[in-house]
């Protein structure tokens, strides 16, 4: 993961917008992470599912999904799938000077997450009007004739309008007990932490400690961001990296389980059996 909080995709910053179809899901999109840009999913085909601040959400052909600049989440696909992905800074709504008006179309993603409905399931009435304005956005962005950018804007404004027309008239009702933003960014930290450093010893009171926050809370938090437990994480992570290095180098077992961070062999061999289905060194016959 890089190192800064919010890794920009969208690598023009003068037209910050992208309109690509994904073909299945690339294996850096299968693991938790998060994004400069706000994310928009128009499921064309197949199926597969979203993990979302730790909700789970299976998905089909006709589902669209809303995901906010600094949502952690993860996608997997089951069979078949066909996916338009549109990408945008959020400055790109803005016409040049910040107003209140243009403000106000990105307000309810970039501040107040417990509002945000992050899948528009394909029977919902309002999907089939979003989903006609996502194509005219792929239209002109494959196109790209004269005054497309003008076009893909206030098309992406009249999407976004309706978003917060369907999903936001009652904010005044919404829970106040969801995660705040200060504590979503300490569980990215966490996240972060954990990529960078999984080869070490790392305990749940070490992070309780070096976050200053409490065992209690970091575990409850946790779970509702990742859908995981921080040791589960930690351990899922460390897996994940062992399965690279079975399939792509030569060394040994012992070896790639104290690179892990496992503290002994006969562990790494319980826990890797244990997630993945395999031994190591059956996964590694069948991968290498």
């Known amino acids: 993961m890089k190192q800064n909080t919010k890794p920009a995709l969208v ?3 003068f037209f910050p917008f992208e309109c690509s179809t994904s073909y299945g899901v690339e294996e850096d999109y299968k ?6 840009e706000m994310e928009i999913c128009y499921i064309k085909h197949g199926t597969g599912k979203y993990l979302i601040n ?8 006709g589902d669209i999904f809303l995901i906010s600049n600094d949502e952690i989440h993860l ?3 089951d069979k078949d799938l066909i996916m338009q992905v549109v990408m945008f ?3 790109f709504l803005q016409n040049g000077i910040a107003t209140p008006f243009d403000y106000e179309y990105i307000r309810p993603f970039v501040e107040s997450s417990e509002y945000f409905c992050n899948k528009l399931n394909a029977d919902d009435y309002i999907t089939a009007q979003l989903s006609e304005i996502l194509l005219d956005i792929e239209i002109e962005y494959v196109a790209m004739k004269k005054g497309y950018d003008l076009i893909i804007k206030a098309l992406l404004l009249k999407f976004l309008a309706l978003i917060i027309r369907h999903c936001f008239s009652n904010d005044e009702t919404a829970d106040k007990n969801t995660t705040n933003s200060k504590t979503s960014e300490k569980i990215r930290q966490i996240v972060k932490y954990i990529d960078n450093h999984y080869s070490e010893n790392i305990t749940l009171k070490f992070i309780s400690e070096h976050f200053d926050i409490s065992k209690p809370y970091l575990c409850s938090k946790f779970k509702a961001l990742t859908g995981n437990s921080p040791i589960d994480f930690l351990i899922k992570k460390r897996i994940i990296e062992a399965k690279i290095l079975l399939s792509t180098s030569d060394k040994s077992i012992i070896k790639i389980s104290e690179e892990c961070g496992f503290g002994s062999l006969s562990n790494f061999n319980h826990l890797f059996k244990t997630l993945v289905g395999y031994s190591p060194s059956e996964y590694r016959k069948l991968y290498s």
């Open 54 to 61: 730790g909700i789970e959400y299976d998905f089909s052909q």
């Open 89 to 91: 800074d959020p400055n």
């Open 75 to 77: 996608c997997y696909d």
């Open 31 to 36: 693991v938790l992470h998060w994004h400069q």
């Open 11 to 13: 690598e023009e910053r």
